[in-house]
């Protein structure tokens, strides 16, 4: 509802509650097992909406618009897809992209509507880049783009564009040497 009437979903989404918390505190003591003691159940509204969604249309939707965007994507200078084909079966909630610059990348995007995110990095634990050279460039070079299921493949098509475009307009933008 968010995305359709034009408004970012990020400040709601925030305070939605948890959907899986499962109030099972067994084996936690001390302060975790306050903690889940009593999980916030979701409200009704929530759960009516849960309970109405057509699961197989929400899958399938994001699939196609993940499969879109891998279309739309795969060769643009600058940007490396690293999932081009994810699993069977999985249901991606984000389609994740490799740049040189993926926090310049995001604020660029979602002064143009696009609501990119990229992995902060702070809650990250500090290890050895040179040991662990694909959890580096993970952190250092992901962003995602959004993958609701109000992106439909027209919307795809269309961030997409706006992504090209992005890059292009960027300033020193040229072809990355990944």
Do not use: H, N
């Not at 610059?101 to 604020?107: C, G, K, T």
């Amino acid at each position: 509802l968010a995305e359709t009437l034009g408004r970012s979903p990020l400040a709601v989404k925030d305070r939605l509650p948890v959907l899986d918390a499962s109030g099972d505190a067994t084996g936690a003591s001390g302060p975790e097992a306050l903690e889940y003691a009593a999980a916030p159940r979701p409200s009704r509204v929530i759960r009516s909406l849960l309970r109405r969604a057509d699961w197989k249309i929400v899958i399938a939707r994001r699939r196609g618009a993940y499969r879109t965007l891998v279309g739309e994507l795969s060769r643009v200078p600058g940007l490396t897809v690293p999932v081009p084909d994810p699993a069977a079966g999985s249901v991606p909630e984000a389609f994740p992209v490799l740049v040189d610059d993926p926090r310049a990348l995001v604020r660029a995007l979602r002064r143009r509507g696009v609501e990119a995110s990229a992995w902060p990095g702070a809650e990250q634990f500090a290890f050895e880049p040179s040991r662990w050279p694909g959890a580096a460039t993970w952190l250092e070079q992901s962003l995602c783009l959004p993958l609701g299921s109000s992106l439909t493949v027209v919307r795809a098509r269309r961030m997409a564009e706006v992504v090209r475009e992005t890059l292009r307009s960027a300033p020193g933008a040229e072809p990355s040497t990944r």
